[in-house]
């Protein structure tokens, strides 16, 4: 099993930035991408970025230029630098691991307003 625990969430105003963190914990050898994906109500889950071990990335159209995922390997951490926030941007953001299972993180949400 692995336990994924997200941090970094809140209420940001249009224009600004936050990071979200994911710590992995448990069978991590098992995962190869890691992601974030978000949930905006009524909506379905979506994308935002991965990472694979290598370190190869991919992001959705709507946050490319604007965020920035990565991953500290050696404290099983990935991260996602969003910068230049807007309104519709605002979700619950997950974390997931994929490799031999899936697995997702509780969520943070993420609230882009004036």
């Known amino acids: 099993q692995v336990q994924l625990v997200e941090s970094g969430g809140g209420l940001v105003q249009p224009g600004g930035s936050l990071r979200l963190s994911c710590a992995a914990s448990?069978?991590?050898?098992?995962?190869?991408?890691m992601g974030w994906y978000r949930q905006a109500p009524g909506k379905t889950r979506e994308l935002v970025a991965a990472i694979t071990r290598g370190g190869s990335t991919n992001y959705a159209d709507s946050v490319k230029g604007r965020f920035t995922i990565s991953r500290d390997n050696a404290k099983n951490t990935v991260y996602l630098q969003m910068n230049s926030l807007k309104p519709e941007d605002t979700a619950v953001y997950y974390c997931?691991?994929?490799?031999?299972?899936?697995?997702w993180g509780q969520g943070t949400q993420v609230t882009v307003s004036s």
């Open positions: 997931n691991g994929a490799g031999s299972g899936r697995y």
């Open positions: 448990g069978m991590i050898f098992s995962i190869n991408t």
